[in-house]
């Protein structure tokens, strides 16, 4: 399968633990994004990457996200001192960028909840 | 910034019935437009895209959408659902890049 894969698929994590979700997009795909999804909501984005450079941060992204591409392949977003509210599903999406058009092929998300 | 609504926050619709989706943006220049799907569980599938050219556009499983300008809409159409159409249907526009989603529409099939 040469889609975008996400792991863990579900984390169960008490507050005030550090949390670390990794995707790894489709291989040729140079731009890579992090939404967040919460019940009834639709994707908010948080951030993307082009290559390893992260090019844009959502006011949503707390100091207590951090995201990283390291190589310009697989993507890491971590959560330090998780709270209730950050219970979500965590998505990532990988697109060829293309004059910026946009469409995004998605991996089948992180659900994390916070107890 | 760019922005879509989805009016319908739910929807129940009988399978082998027509289905209708709406979808409102705000963007003065033409918008990049999409559908995605998604089922419980999942991530979001592509249905289609707007980027210009013809206003009907067709996509996978069936559904077809609208871009009508002088409503600035961009509905999401299938003639007759199956109950595997169950599921949440979101509107997005993209914003140099970066999609913008709707709330999103829960579609509920009868049979």
């Known amino acids: 399968d040469t889609g975008v894969s996400q792991d863990p698929r579900h984390k169960i994590t008490k507050r005030g633990q550090n949390v670390t979700f990794r995707c790894d997009p489709i291989?040729?795909?140079?731009?890579l994004y992090w939404y967040r999804q919460t019940l009834g909501q639709g994707p908010e984005f948080l951030t993307y990457?082009?290559?390893?450079?992260?090019?844009?941060k959502s006011r949503l992204l707390s100091d207590r996200f951090s995201a990283e591409r390291p190589k310009g392949s697989f993507s890491t977003l971590e959560i330090q001192r998780t709270e209730q509210g950050d219970s979500a599903m965590y998505l990532c999406?990988?697109?060829?960028?293309?004059?910026?058009?946009?469409?995004?092929?998605f991996g089948e998300g992180s659900r994390l909840t916070v107890l | 910034a760019q922005s879509v609504t989805q009016p319908d926050i739910h929807i129940t619709v009988s399978e082998g019935a027509s289905l209708e989706l709406r979808c409102n943006y705000s963007?003065?220049?033409?918008?990049?437009l999409f559908w995605y799907v998604q089922s419980p569980g999942q991530g979001l599938q592509l249905l289609l895209k707007?980027?210009?050219?013809?206003?009907l556009v067709q996509g996978i499983k069936g559904f077809e959408a609208e871009f009508k300008r002088s409503q600035s809409s961009f509905n999401l159409r299938k003639p007759s659902v199956h109950w595997s159409d169950a599921a949440e249907y979101f509107c997005?526009?993209?914003?140099?890049?970066?999609?913008?989603f709707g709330a999103g529409t829960q579609v509920v099939v009868t049979p």
């Open positions: 997005a526009s993209s914003d140099w890049g970066k999609l913008q």
């Open positions: 999406a990988s697109s060829l960028e293309e004059s910026g058009v946009g469409e995004l092929f």
């Open positions: 963007y003065g220049a033409t918008p990049y």
């Open positions: 707007y980027f210009s050219g013809d206003t």
């Open positions: 990457f082009q290559n390893e450079a992260q090019l844009e």
């Open positions: 291989s040729e795909h140079n731009r």
